[in-house]
């Protein structure tokens, strides 16, 4: 299989697999209507507008066609939940990428905005919408400018609008910039952020969108790579993009993988069958790590995703499969850790993120992560003691109680912890500072112990029989 980079598509990573909704790269001009319309485009909304709505509802169930911002959720079945008979509906496309090492629906905004507007349009029919807003992240200003630019085309061509195609379909589709807020990446959050209010979590129940959304009405949200596949799926059908993949997990996906390897960027990768294995060291992807170093570490799923390890590397892109051992594949961000990687620091780094991103509405994430990143940064700066490392485990219960998952150690015996966690915040913010943290004491406590060692004599504590608690964690990391 022969891969290579387009000059024009910085950060993309083209081969011979299968490709849905990467397939107009290649043109200079993809982002431009004329290159649309020249390669199918608008073929799939003219496909749909010859069925009844509830035909295309039914061939996306069908397609088993898996959210791919976060959740996994199927997308045709997250349509059904809207209430019959509650109108008017509204669709929330969320283009707030934000999660560290996830740069995808960039990519798509910036190089196929049409694509992405279809999508939009074939959404809106199936589930009987008129009105459509874009949300996106207030950072990518090109991505504005293709989008915005594109919706100018679209209208003027007849394509958004009244009378779409002549008929009696009509939606109106509308931009919205954010202001760089990590947390309305959660749908209510943006859904806030959308009305003018501070992006902040909403309550579930009773504030699930498709129920209750925006302003008070039933609402779809998804994400930007779930809309751009409906124009393929129109276009070729269910049964097509359900031969791609495995039956659980069809199609392909766009992942973002960086750190150590020798060509990181953004890869169009068949869903279900690929392992991080393939990703990370196939000719055709990212070609191995760099010269003369091994794999320590990597984040399958983004920046809160639990961290994996060489064990797990044979796992496919099949959530069924990743859950159970430990993580998520969350976003589709692979970040990848070599052995010269400080595993503190770099947790650090991660869970200083979080802190900062907290929205301050639930005290365990606005209170619990700010310690966490002190804390950590006590011992990564050599102040810490053994007792800091407990601290860190006791705080992060807090945020997320019970058994936090992990990935498995063969060597250590520890077997994983399959995912989800539990919380005590109203969304993943919190209990994705402690995941960096966890993660990084749990696969390895020996990073940390060593850190702190200097300073044991601060917080010995001598007991009755005389015996001195050290504050190792080795086995304090797989009790907590």
Same mark, same amino acid.
């Given at each position: 299989m022969a891969s290579y980079t387009i000059a024009h598509a910085p950060g993309f990573v083209a081969n011979d697999a299968p490709r849905i909704v990467t397939e107009r790269f290649d043109h200079p001009d993809s982002y431009t209507l004329d290159r649309y319309l020249a390669t199918n485009g608008y073929a799939g909304i003219q496909t749909a507008l010859e069925r009844a709505p509830q035909d295309v509802h039914s061939e996306i169930r069908e397609a088993t066609l898996l959210g791919r911002g976060g959740a996994g959720f =199927?997308? #045709? $079945?997250?349509?059904?939940?809207? =209430?019959? #008979? $509650?109108?008017?509906?509204?669709?929330v496309v969320n283009g707030d990428e934000s999660e560290p090492g996830t740069y995808k629906d960039r990519l798509l905004m910036e190089l196929d905005p049409h694509q992405l507007i279809e999508g939009c349009l074939i959404a809106c029919y199936a589930v009987g919408l008129s009105q459509c807003f874009l949300y996106i992240r207030g950072e990518m200003a090109l991505a504005q400018?293709?989008?915005?630019?594109?919706?100018?085309?679209?209208y003027a061509a007849g394509w958004v609008g009244r009378n779409i195609c002549g008929t009696e379909f009509s939606v109106d589709i509308v931009l919205h910039s954010g202001a760089g807020a990590y947390v309305v990446g959660e749908e209510t959050a943006l859904i806030e952020s959308l009305e003018g209010k501070r992006g902040m979590p909403r309550l579930k129940p009773p504030f699930f969108p498709a129920a209750v959304g925006l302003?008070?009405?039933p609402t779809i949200v998804n994400n930007v790579e779930?809309?751009?596949?409906?124009?393929?799926?129109?276009?070729?059908?269910?049964s097509a993009f359900t031969a791609i993949g495995t039956p659980t997990s069809p199609g392909t996906r766009m992942v973002a993988v960086s750190g150590h390897v020798n060509r990181g960027g953004v890869f169009e990768i068949t869903n279900g069958t690929t392992t991080f294995r393939d990703l990370i060291y196939g000719e055709d992807f990212c070609a191995g790590l760099r010269p003369d170093r091994?794999?320590?570490a990597f984040v399958p799923g983004g920046g809160s995703a639990p961290w994996f390890t060489p064990a797990q590397l044979d796992l496919p892109f099949e959530a069924s499969e990743i859950g159970p051992q430990g993580s998520m594949l969350g976003s589709g961000a692979v970040m990848v850790m070599d052995d010269t990687t400080d595993?503190?620091?770099a947790a650090l780094t991660l869970?200083?993120?979080?802190?900062?991103e907290s929205c301050g509405k639930c005290v365990p994430c606005r209170e619990g992560a700010t310690w966490l990143e002190r804390i950590l940064r006590r011992v990564c700066d050599g102040t810490g003691t053994p007792r800091d490392l407990d601290l860190l485990f006791e705080v992060g219960a807090t945020i997320s109680p019970g058994e936090f998952p992990h990935a498995g150690v063969p060597e250590r015996g520890l077997e994983p912890k399959s995912f989800p966690y539990q919380m005590t915040t109203i969304c993943f913010v919190g209990p994705s500072a402690y995941a960096p943290v966890h993660s990084a004491m749990t696969l390895f406590p020996e990073e940390f112990e060593a850190r702190v060692a200097p300073n044991a004599h601060l917080d010995a504590e001598v007991a009755p029989d005389g015996s001195v608690n050290d504050g190792s964690i080795s086995e304090v990391a797989v009790r907590v």
């Open positions: =199927p997308a #045709g $079945v997250k349509w059904g939940f809207c =209430p019959p #008979g $509650v109108w008017p509906r509204y669709l400018e293709r989008v915005a630019q594109a919706l100018n085309d679209a302003y008070g009405q779930t809309l751009a596949n409906l124009p393929w799926i129109l276009r070729h059908g269910a091994k794999l320590k595993i503190p620091a869970t200083k993120f979080y802190a900062h």
